[in-house]
């Protein structure tokens, strides 16, 4: 899984929370004296209900009232309560997750001019800066980067002013999110650990520099253990939320350094104790969604379609509305593109390539790249990894992933595939992605061997076989398994030792073919079969290759697929 992006859904949650402008409460029961006795809704019970749904918003949002049932609600409690700003910032909440812009805009405007601060004659800049945050927030949730900065900046402004430092703390944590290309915001995004209050944004902070850290390629063990600082600011103050954020964000470290074992264990670990602990509505929240989502990729990958569709319509059930919904629209998008290449139907992939960009902008690039190259298409490919390759923001991961792609576009027999694949492979030793340097490996092994390098194709895939065998999928595995044959065979000195090495390992190929035709990757399953077929030719074993010739010609009657896409390295 692609890491997963960044928490920005649970800071719009805790900005909100703090955000809504209740540093001052109106005396409700004042204002509304005269109050008409015919009224639906008397202030408390408004106070109770816009209280009670503002939380199912912010945690759980199936147990919320559906968007047309609430606004309903929220005109009889504005009609009876017109001073009632909480109602409408519920107004603005409800709005925002219909990604509403100009009626978010409004009810956030309506919030702000009937708020306690504005009732009363405290004009002196107070309140200002909460009205700039969440405009701030507002504008973030719909990618306008630019607006959303000029806001904070006023945010900055007022709460120096004023001398509002919880304010300017959560001011700065949303630069820090909005710049987190950038490794200076995260230095001052630290707020002082001596107000209890701000623990919550400390831990934050602190999950962002272990996020920027990973996909710069910092130390794993650096990373994991100031990640164990969060922890123990959230177990201290009890702030369950962002302890399920911390083992999501451990989940996705563990799938960009190529442990997938393990990231799939702390998915799992995560799914359970929301059952165990006392999460209440938590239990939505998105760091669920994340691990979800990542579960349903991982299970792809072993060959589980069915489970993996159960825990995407899962997701899908219960988390039906963007942001939250992106996380597992991505994995479905990457579901489908793999299984389109397996089964040759590059239409369809490249229709949910173009699903993706909309989603993430390099990955569905990267991904049309990939859809090129399994089907030929080598110059379109290339133009395309070489436009992604001068991106800016391209993090070291999809790098790598770049120049293995490209390497394998050009002619395999050239020199410039070597310096390519050589180029990956420093940079994911670089950065510790070991799962990526065993896949440069695995590719390495097939260019040699195709070069006449036997010795040196051998040495590669057995450097890079444990990995693979221990964390990648199964498709990853069935090759590397092919390829090893391959080198196996070639490798030895005499005819005789060439005909014991392939019956010995005529299991293991078998075993291959499993698992592709559990993927449906018929391609590969003929090569397996061709490639039989030919050695035993050419080692003069007529009995045996008629018999991987005759299983040849019977699974190409059944599963016929054009013949360029045969022998392929990708």
Same mark, same amino acid.
């Given at each position: ?22 540093? /001052? ?14 009224? =639906? ?12 749904? /503002? ?31 909480? *109602? ?73 002013? /004023? ?72 177990? #201290?103050?009890?702030?369950? !939320? ?32 929301? =059952? ?113 390759? !001068? ?59 195709? @070069? ?37 065979? *070639? ?5 005789? @030792? ?11 190929? !078998? ?6 035709? #559990?993927?449906?990757?018929?391609? #590969? ?21 008629? #018999? ?19 022998? @392929?390295?990708?």
């Amino acid at each position: 899984m692609n890491i997963a992006e960044s928490t920005t859904n649970s800071n719009n949650k805790t900005t909100n929370a703090e955000a809504t402008i209740d540093e /001052c409460a109106l005396d409700t029961d004042t204002v509304h004296q005269d109050r008409n006795p015919h009224s =639906k809704w008397s202030p408390k019970q408004a106070d109770l209900f816009v209280t009670q749904q /503002c939380n199912l918003l912010e945690s759980n949002e199936l147990r919320a009232l559906p968007p047309i049932e609430l606004q309903t609600k929220l005109g009889e409690i504005v009609q009876d309560n017109p001073l009632n700003s909480k *109602a409408y910032f519920l107004g603005y909440m409800n709005q925002l997750r219909l990604r509403d812009f100009f009626g978010a805009m409004d009810a956030l405007h309506r919030s702000f001019d009937r708020s306690p601060l504005q009732m009363t004659n405290q004009y002196e800049q107070k309140g200002f800066q909460y009205f700039s945050i969440n405009l701030a927030v507002l504008h973030a949730s719909f990618d306008h980067k630019r607006e959303a900065l000029s806001a904070l900046r006023e945010c900055i402004m007022l709460a120096q002013e /004023c001398g509002d430092k919880r304010c300017l703390d959560l001011a700065n944590a949303w630069y820090c999110l909005l710049n987190s290309h950038r490794m200076y915001p995260f230095e001052k995004s630290l707020p002082d650990i001596q107000d209890p209050g701000l623990m919550q944004s400390l831990s934050l902070a602190i999950q962002f520099v272990v996020k920027f850290g990973a996909q710069c390629g910092y130390m794993p063990l650096d990373l994991f253990e100031l990640l164990l600082k969060s922890d123990e600011l959230n177990s #201290k103050n009890y702030i369950l !939320e962002h302890v399920s954020d911390s083992l999501a964000l451990r989940s996705a470290l563990w799938c960009l350094y190529g442990r997938y074992e393990m990231s799939a264990m702390y998915a799992q670990l995560l799914l359970n104790l929301k =059952k165990t602990w006392v999460f209440g509505d938590v239990s939505n929240s998105e760091s669920v969604c994340k691990v979800l989502s990542s579960l349903a990729l991982w299970l792809n990958i072993q060959g589980e379609h069915h489970l993996s569709a159960v825990v995407l319509h899962n997701a899908r059930k219960r988390f039906p509305r963007y942001p939250h919904a992106a996380q597992w629209m991505i994995s479905e998008c990457h579901i489908k593109i793999q299984q389109c290449i397996y089964r040759c139907r590059w239409q369809e992939a490249l229709k949910a390539c173009c699903q993706l960009y909309l989603l993430d902008k390099n990955d569905g690039n990267l991904q049309r790249a990939t859809v090129l190259v399994a089907k030929r298409y080598f110059n379109v490919a290339r133009r395309l990894l070489h436009k992604l390759l !001068e991106t800016s923001n391209l993090d070291i991961l999809t790098n790598v992933r770049v120049l293995v792609l490209k390497a394998i576009s050009v002619d395999c027999m050239s020199s410039q595939t070597i310096e390519l694949l050589m180029r990956a492979s420093v940079l994911a030793a670089s950065a510790y992605l070991e799962y990526e340097h065993a896949m440069v490996d695995m590719v390495l092994a097939q260019v040699l061997l195709r @070069m006449g390098l036997i010795q040196k194709a051998f040495q590669a895939i057995k450097n890079c076989m444990e990995i693979i065998c221990i964390n990648g999928g199964i498709y990853d595995r069935a090759k590397t398994d092919f390829i090893f044959v391959k080198c196996l065979v *070639a490798a030895a000195d005499s005819k005789g @030792m060439k005909i014991i090495g392939l019956l010995k390992s005529i299991p293991m190929l !078998e075993n291959a073919i499993e698992q592709f035709k #559990k993927l449906e990757a018929h391609a #590969k399953v003929l090569d397996i079969y061709v490639y039989l077929a030919k050695t035993f030719d050419e080692l003069k074993e007529r009995e045996e290759r008629n #018999k991987y010739a005759c299983k040849f010609k019977q699974y190409f009657k059944s599963h016929p697929v054009a013949r360029e896409y045969l022998g @392929m390295i990708f």
